[in-house]
């Protein structure tokens, strides 16, 4: 069995588990199935220019769907709700930059800090993940193909 039809097989049990559980879950995972469903199809009948890329990325997503999940039941397992949890809840006090008078060069601040860890996540994402790595997001999309690099 492909890994196509493995994620397939995969997202019917869960989806079995979720309906039978009038789970609300079931929602996504029937569209994601069917667009995963459609890609499958669209990859079998050569549709696409790079029907590798397509198929590894299609691959990977689901790959990180079903990890994400797993993870989300693994917290939810472990969380038992306390007496704290049936408490009503203190709103939340706003946040400075909207409670504070004269703040927002303080806010402005936290932004291009923000700004600047993300820039440095992306520069090493491209260091671990080189254009041209099997790591397919970092690679030229099909229509990009054509033209010049200049352009690109």
């Avoid at 949890?85 to 203190?90: A, F, S, V």
Wanted: aromatic share 8%; charged share 20%; glycine share 4%.
């Amino acid at each position: 069995m492909d890994k196509g039809a493995q994620v397939l097989v995969k997202m019917d049990n869960l989806l079995a588990d979720w309906e039978a559980a009038n789970d609300k879950r079931v929602i996504f995972l029937s569209c994601y199935k069917l667009m995963t469903e459609n890609v499958l199809a669209a990859i079998q009948s050569e549709v696409f220019e790079d029907t590798l890329w397509v198929a590894t990325l299609m691959e990977n997503f689901a790959g990180y769907y079903f990890q994400a999940l797993e993870n989300f039941e693994k917290r939810a397992k472990q969380s038992t709700p306390g007496m704290a949890d049936c408490l009503p809840r203190r709103p939340k006090p706003p946040h400075p930059c909207l409670a504070e008078p004269g703040a927002g060069s303080k806010c402005a601040h936290q932004l291009r800090s923000g700004l600047r860890s993300v820039r440095a996540a992306c520069q090493r994402m491209d260091t671990a993940f080189p254009r041209g790595a099997p790591f397919p997001l970092h690679r030229p999309l099909p229509h990009q193909r054509n033209y010049p690099q200049h352009l690109q």
